[in-house]
């Protein structure tokens, strides 16, 4: 790859026989903001910590800027961390804190202060030179935490988890301010997040992965609209994943109603799963619809309603900004773009794998 | 019901065992047989031979301490970097010799260095050259380190574990090698554990008169021997006490200056 400023080959690892990451072949372009999305144990971390230089990969080798660094001390790379929980160091300031990095490459005094009062003004907390980490918020800690990574200038930030342990409203702030931190330094940066909102929001790329399996790279626009099975589906926003025989090109039955669609290249009447999103489905009038059915239950949630609707023995989940009372009869609509047609996984293994790739 | 009360039998027990023993030795320090007040009981450790026994002692317990501490730091680390089921077995070795009885320990010490002891039979069937420290400073350090170490490595220990290893981490990632991680971050870190470490091995090792006594027979003298004698044998208790003060004030002194360190050690880096 060309521009690719590190390249994963090959990279296996295991712990106590249980395999982790197995053959995961992943690149990581310059200047871009890369996510690593799955849920627990699917290997995210694993990853970030090989990279870090805190593993070791039991095959493969980590490339970066085109030097092998598989076997490098975490200490000689070129690279920073910003742990979960901070991991501030509780007996210094925070101007020491900052300051660690570049005293321990031996920086001059005059260039470490100009430093400090940079990055602390970057992540907006000018003035904090001389508090102890234990006097700042959680929110104001990450910051730091940033801030020390970033003054050593490397070329690539990997981010761990770092919102995780911030309530709602300042995990928004945060991942904004995050972007923001991104665009201004021109830092490479990986981010191991199991929220998929925060990976929609910030990232360049999304890599979905489960059971240490790469099971979807691509933008978070086509990671959300074309997810290509149905972990990805179900793991990225609220779906419908529906089991349906796909009866020709640009033709499917679901549920034993006929949709039209746009996919090609299934072949004839082939097993396929097909995921609709709750936001695409459309609820008519019982005449108008496709498939007939009735509404069972309705949650208000602020922007939209959330209901299901029982038809042809599955419930639909449907978001609509338009209320209808439970127990009404509905006809159900999908537009052709939108429903997404996926090959059926012939078992648990495939599935892991992602094998629709 | 007034909670208070539950902690009345505490209340009772330190007034009665600690409070009033306490003013018993200030009463008996300060005045001389006929009950007068005076001082000469205090200055008494002006005199060359309790001055001597007191030297001696502060000699042989920061020497003692000194040991335990560069015993006990690396052994503290060992233990931390463990796995909880080799760790717990042997934190089990570690403490499994405190069940047994300090006396019995120290006695087991004496049957074993003694001119025709244990170690001797073993070296002479060896014909190995014989070691003679039984009733020497050695035996008697020997001593204060075996029975005291358990008391350094447990609040070591304590610190140690405590400290976030992605804080360690963190300081590898910003460059630092393992020298530099250990002098900048876990060292500092592990002060407030080390200080009560030297407070728990010195204050029982400055005080001791068994230790020395039983592994340095009659012929080295600690303070805590002297202040033993004046109470058991020669009976005078004014005496007894008064040197009893000074100790004290060499105590206090000790945990002032820890104290001091600790805070020190928290809010400073380096």
Request: charged fraction near 20%.
């Amino acid at each position: 790859m060309k521009n690719a400023l590190v390249n994963l080959v090959n990279i296996s690892k295991s712990f106590d026989n249980q395999m982790v990451l197995d053959d995961l072949n992943l690149y990581i372009r310059e200047n871009e903001f890369l996510t690593l999305l799955g849920p627990s144990g699917c290997g995210k971390t694993t990853t970030l910590r090989i990279l870090g230089g805190f593993e070791t990969p039991d095959k493969g080798q980590v490339i970066f800027e085109g030097r092998d660094i598989t076997n490098l001390p975490p200490n000689k790379r070129n690279l920073n961390t910003v742990f979960q929980k901070y991991a501030l160091f509780p007996h210094m300031t925070i101007a020491e804190n900052i300051a660690f990095g570049l005293k321990i490459s031996g920086k001059s005094k005059s260039y470490i202060n100009d430093k400090i009062k940079y990055a602390l003004k970057l992540v907006n907390l000018d003035g904090f030179e001389n508090r102890m980490p234990d006097s700042l918020s959680g929110g104001q800690q990450q910051r730091i935490a940033i801030a020390r990574a970033i003054v050593n200038e490397p070329k690539l930030l990997l981010l761990d988890e770092p919102l995780g342990a911030l309530d709602l409203k300042l995990r928004q702030d945060m991942q904004y301010e995050l972007i923001r931190l991104k665009n201004e330094l021109g830092i490479t940066f990986i981010y191991v997040t199991h929220d998929q909102e925060e990976a929609l929001t910030m990232s360049d790329t999304i890599v979905v992965m489960n059971q240490g399996y790469i099971q979807q790279i691509g933008t978070p626009e086509s990671i959300y609209n074309e997810p290509e099975n149905a972990f990805v589906a179900d793991f990225i926003g609220d779906s419908n994943i529906i089991g349906a025989t796909m009866i020709r090109d640009r033709l499917v039955e679901i549920l034993g109603a006929r949709f039209d669609c746009v996919d090609t290249g299934f072949g004839e009447n082939k097993p396929v799963d097909v995921v609709i999103r709750p936001e695409d489905v459309e609820l008519v009038a019982p005449e108008e619809g496709i498939l007939q059915g009735t509404l069972i239950h309705s949650i208000f949630k602020g922007v939209h309603y959330e209901m299901e609707v029982m038809a042809n023995g599955f419930e639909w989940l449907v978001q609509s900004t338009k209320m209808v009372p439970v127990g009404t009869k509905v006809g159900i609509k999908v537009d052709p773009f939108n429903i997404q047609i996926m090959k059926k996984p012939e078992s648990e293994d495939e599935e892991a794998i992602g094998v629709n790739e | 019901m007034n909670r208070k009360l539950l902690s009345l039998p505490f209340i009772f027990w330190s007034a009665m065992f600690v409070i009033v023993p306490l003013c018993m030795v200030f009463y008996y320090g300060l005045t001389d047989k006929s009950g007068a007040f005076t001082f000469d009981n205090i200055l008494a450790i002006a005199t060359v031979e309790h001055s001597k026994a007191l030297w001696e002692a502060l000699k042989l317990s920061v020497i003692s301490t000194v040991i335990c501490l560069l015993l006990a730091y690396p052994l503290a680390m060992i233990l931390c970097n463990m796995n909880v089921n080799q760790n717990s077995f042997l934190v089990l070795i570690f403490i499994l010799p405190m069940w047994m009885n300090f006396l019995l320990r120290t006695l087991a010490w004496q049957t074993l260095l003694e001119k025709t002891g244990v170690i001797n039979s073993i070296l002479s069937a060896l014909h190995l050259p014989s070691l003679n420290i039984i009733n020497t400073p050695y035996a008697i350090v020997l001593g204060m380190v075996y029975n005291f170490l358990p008391f350094m490595v447990l609040p070591l220990y304590n610190v140690l574990v405590k400290i976030d290893k992605n804080v360690i981490n963190a300081a590898y990632d910003l460059g630092a090698n393992g020298a530099q991680t250990f002098f900048r971050i876990i060292f500092p870190l592990s002060l407030p554990g080390m200080f009560s470490g030297i407070t728990m091995v010195f204050v029982p090792a400055l005080t001791t008169f068994v230790i020395s006594k039983i592994l340095g027979g009659s012929k080295i003298l600690l303070i805590g021997n002297v202040i033993e004698q004046e109470f058991t044998q020669t009976g005078n208790w004014n005496l007894g006490s008064g040197l009893s003060i000074v100790l004290m004030l060499f105590i206090i002194f000790n945990m002032v200056i820890s104290v001091i360190t600790d805070k020190e050690g928290e809010a400073n880096t380096l």
